[in-house]
């Protein structure tokens, strides 16, 4: 299992397919998997039940497609400050997609699917850089570099880097 984490904009999602299509394996998302558990989308579930439910929903996610899943797994960006999903990714390829502020931003632009995001894009993603940064370096076994390049490039890296081992 490769495994990508990063914060909001680092492109997991979309490097998450890219890498999977190289690998000839199959990309899971846990975002999608919470939004089809709960039925509804990641905002809603914020709007209505609060991030905590989020959060469980989550962990949840987390732990059955680490379990179930064989290929590539995109992970939301806050689904590291778990300490039981950090545990549960020992033993796996994790790489973590770095972004700085400035395409982070860019990257995201004013959507409304990222709750945590609303209000103050800018601000909102410095406040969460700095908060996780470090968790992301602690729990990655290979990180790349995403600005100013295009999802290709990074996944072709990962594959570079890591073989064709998913
Ligand atoms: N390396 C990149 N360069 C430019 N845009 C990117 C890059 N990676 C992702 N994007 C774009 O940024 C947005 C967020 O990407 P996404 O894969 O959803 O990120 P994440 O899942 O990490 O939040 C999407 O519109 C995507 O097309
Ligand atoms: O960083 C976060 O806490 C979040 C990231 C989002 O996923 P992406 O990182 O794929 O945008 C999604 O899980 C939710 O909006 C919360
Ligand atoms: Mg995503």
Do not use: C, W
Request: glycine fraction near 12%; proline fraction near 3%.
């Amino acid at each position: 299992m490769i495994v990508l984490i990063g914060p909001m904009g680092s492109g997991k999602t979309t490097v998450g397919g890219l890498l999977a299509a190289r690998l000839g394996t199959s990309v899971r998302d846990t975002d999608h998997d919470v939004e089809a558990t709960a039925g509804r989308a990641i905002s809603e579930i914020f709007v209505d039940e609060g991030e905590e439910v989020f959060r469980a929903l989550e962990r949840a996610a987390v732990a059955e497609a680490l379990a179930t899943h064989d290929g590539v797994l995109a992970l939301g960006g806050g689904a590291v400050l778990d300490p039981d999903t950090r545990a549960l990714l020992a033993g796996h390829d994790v790489v973590f997609l770095r972004v700085g502020l400035s395409d982070a931003v860019k990257r995201v632009g004013l959507g409304t699917s990222r709750p945590l995001l609303l209000g103050n894009v800018r601000g909102r993603i410095k406040a969460l850089l700095d908060e996780r940064t470090p968790i992301y370096e602690s729990v990655a076994t290979l990180a790349v570099e995403t600005d100013g390049r295009e999802p290709d490039d990074v996944a072709d890296e990962i594959v570079a880097a890591l073989g064709a081992r998913a």
